[in-house]
C-alpha cells in the first residue's frame, strides 16, 4: 500500500462495500469526522479507507489520486467527502460508479475549482452543512442539493461540524442502510 493511501483494513478487496473517504484542504485522512464516520462503515459491513491527499495542491490531482485508488476495489462504492473533499467526491461519483456519496459542508461553487458539470450525480445523495460555516456558506449546500435533488441536513454547527459528530453518525448509518431498501411501490 501506497504512502499516499491509507486504510483501516488491508486493501484486500475481501470486502464487497466499501466506504472512501476524501478529507478537506485544512485536514489529514483521520481526522475526527472521519474516524467517526468509520465506526459506522465498520459496524454496517463496509471496509473503510480514506485517501490521503495532503500535498496535493489542485482538485485535479486529487479526483486523480481517488481515481486510481478506486480502480483498485471491487464491488460497491460509497464516496464521503468533506469541505474541499466534498467537491473531489462530487467530481468523482459518476466516473466511480459510485453506490451513493455522502458530503460535509463540501466546498463547491467557488469561483478558483473547475465547474462541475449539471447532473454530474447519478446516486443517492446526502448533505450535512451547518448554518454558521464561515469556510463554506450553506446557500452552495442549499444550491447543490436542489439541482440534484439530494437530501439537505442543516444544522446548528460551523465548518468543522465537530459538535455535531454524534448527529452525523446517525445520519450516515440510515443513509447507508437507505442505500440497500428496497424501492417504495408506487402503485
Known sequence: MSDAVSSIEEHSGASQRHVVFSHGQASGPWGRKITALAEVVRGEGYEAHS????????????????????????????????????????????????????LMAPALYFPDLPPLRSGIVDCPTAVVHGWRDEVVPYEHSVRFAQGSRAALHLLDSDHNLHDKIRHIQNLFEYFLIALYLPAPDCE
Open 51 to 102: 485517501v490521503d491527499y495532503r500535498g496535493l495542491d489542485t482538485p485535479r490531482e486529487r479526483i486523480a489520486r481517488l481515481a486510481d485508488y478506486c480502480k483498485e476495489l471491487s464491488g460497491d462504492l460509497v464516496l464521503v467527502g468533506s469541505s474541499l473533499g466534498g467537491y473531489v467526491t462530487v467530481a468523482s461519483a459518476s466516473v466511480l460508479h459510485a453506490r451513493g456519496i455522502f
